[in-house]
């Protein structure tokens, strides 16, 4: 049995120098709330704005403090970017510079100390601040600074004390409370009951925001729906309630027609009023499209859903997440079929990808039993990306599918050549070496599979492709490595 090839790797985004994330910022947002809640997309905007400001107001330490922070978030989106490092830092000292007597120059000094690892520095700064201001931002950054160091009492108290500020950005602050249940050993309980006291204490549906996302996170899911569709009710205006009660809805309450209609709301309202068009998360669109086909996925309307998912893709900038995320609707619904005729249907409409054709290929092959049209689609994905590995291997599979054993270790080699570390590719070869009679080869290869991924052995031990070595010493020594418990393993998909 051969081990598929692990194409499907998540992709993962840097997450910004503000940790404490809540949902999307609305339109009418400050540009402060929109620099910290913004997606990644939207900071070359936001960075022209924030110029715009200082470049009107040269003596402004405020707007000389947002743009630096603005030019952190770039860096941690892209730790490659020191020119937005060190102007984020050359910005924090002019700021500080401008305005000594108030809050901004310590808080962005500070950020910028904190990301350079600093930390003793970045508190003597913030100390030094207290001496001369007392504003929030002073108290919220002293909050995120501290929090690993100060017991949650400690840090629940400045966050309330920030808050309780004049002039604070409560939806700044409130978000940061559930980040502290990552990073203290604390029950999630003694985080859910400050944000309630807070909700009680400073009205304000973003601490119902933060509850219900709470709620959600840890599988609460109808808890997490009561308040959303208790907030966006007489709030058409706020979208991304709405959204996140939707999804919800559909994947884990069983109401995928409340859902379809909601997206549909949804649409409806960015279509007919262009002034909601999303400043601070262009993504919004094409995640409402994403979603919608997904909720039509799950109601059996193919035809709907084939039509949603190519409008989110026209509309999405980062076409490769998109097609992962429906290749996993797809499958996770079990409609391969209808998986290949979209998927021929991207690659007839849009521009080629190398993975829009692994993607069918994997369907084909390992679902639908089409080995030949699945090594075709293999094939044009390798002369679209010929040194991605996993689809010599996917290849490699199609034809093993065949009994060609010789062109699947051609390919399986040279998914090895490609990736050494890569163990699936690896003990397919020596799949393919058994077959062949070459058993010197097959263990040897086998023996770099399992060094390479320990719990291959027990695989090796029942496996069919390896009865003409399965007697022999060298074989018998292989399978009896133990396997390593704590070893990150190569996912098995068996034919």
């Known amino acids: 049995m051969l081990l598929a090839a692990g194409i499907w790797s998540g992709i993962c985004q840097a997450k910004p120098v503000s940790k ?19 997606d990644d997309e939207t900071l070359p905007s936001l960075e022209r704005e924030a110029v715009r400001l200082v470049q009107k107001e040269p003596e402004s330490a405020y707007y ?45 000094m500070a950020e910028v100390l904190e990301v350079l690892g600093q930390n003793t520095k970045a508190s003597a700064i913030l100390q030094e601040g207290f001496l001369r201001s007392g504003g929030w931002r002073l108290k919220f950054s002293k909050a995120r600074l501290t929090a690993d160091r100060s017991n949650v009492e400690d840090t629940i108290g400045l966050l309330t004390d920030a808050m309780e500020t004049p002039g604070s950005m409560r939806r700044i ?9 990552e990073t203290k050993s604390v029950s999630p309980y003694v985080i859910l009951g400050a944000m309630e006291r807070w909700a009680a204490k400073f009205p304000d549906s973003g601490f119902e925001e933060a509850i219900a996302s709470w ?59 262009p002034g909601t068009q999303y400043t601070s998360n262009k993504k919004f669109p094409s995640m409402i499209d994403a979603h919608l086909g997904a ?36 499958r996770g619904q079990h409609a391969d079929k209808q998986l290949v005729v979209l998927m021929k249907e991207i690659i007839e409409n849009g521009p080629g990808q190398a993975i829009v054709h692994a993607y069918m290929a994997e369907a084909l092959s390992e679902k639908l039993g089409n080995h ?33 054993w010789f062109a699947a270790l051609a390919e399986f080699s040279r998914a090895t050549e490609i990736d050494p570390g ?53 074989f018998q020594e292989i399978i009896a490595a133990e396997a390593n418990d704590e070893t990150e393993g190569a996912t098995a998909n068996r034919n």
């Open 20 to 38: 404490a994330l809540p949902q999307p910022a609305t339109p009418t947002a400050t540009l402060e709330e929109r620099i910290w809640t913004s």
């Open 372 to 404: 030949t049209d699945a090594a075709a689609a293999y094939r044009r994905a390798i002369i679209l990306e010929p040194t991605r590995g996993e689809y010599h291997n996917g290849l490699g599979l199609a034809l093993y599918r065949q009994a060609n």
């Open 215 to 273: 709620q959600s996170e840890r599988g609460h899911f109808s808890e997490a729906h009561k308040i959303y569709e208790r907030l966006h009710k007489g709030k058409a205006d706020h979208k991304e309630l709405l959204f996140s009660d939707s999804v919800i809805c559909y994947r884990k309450l069983g109401k995928t027609k409340q859902a379809i209609a909601s997206f549909l709301a949804l649409k409806l309202q960015l279509n007919t009023d």
């Open 64 to 108: 000389h403090f947002l743009l630096s922070h603005t030019y952190l978030r770039m860096f941690a989106n892209d730790q490659q970017d020191v020119d937005s490092l060190r102007a984020a830092s050359d910005l924090a000292t002019q700021s500080l510079e401008l305005a000594p007597d108030q809050e901004f120059g310590y808080v962005a």
């Open 295 to 330: 909720a039509y996925l799950r109601g059996g309307n193919f035809t709907a859903a084939h039509a949603s998912f190519q409008s989110a893709l026209d509309k999405t900038a980062d076409r490769t997440t998109m097609i992962e995320f429906i290749f996993n609707e797809y």
């Open 173 to 181: 602050i409130a978000p940061y409370l559930v980040i502290v249940t």
């Open 422 to 474: 890569d163990a699936s590719a690896r003990y397919n070869e020596a799949c393919a070496l058994a077959l062949l009679g070459r058993k010197d080869e097959a263990l040897y290869s086998l023996r770099e599979a399992v060094q390479l991924e320990p719990r291959l052995s027990e695989q090796a031990r029942v496996d069919k492709d390896f009865g003409s070595i399965s007697k022999l010493t060298g």
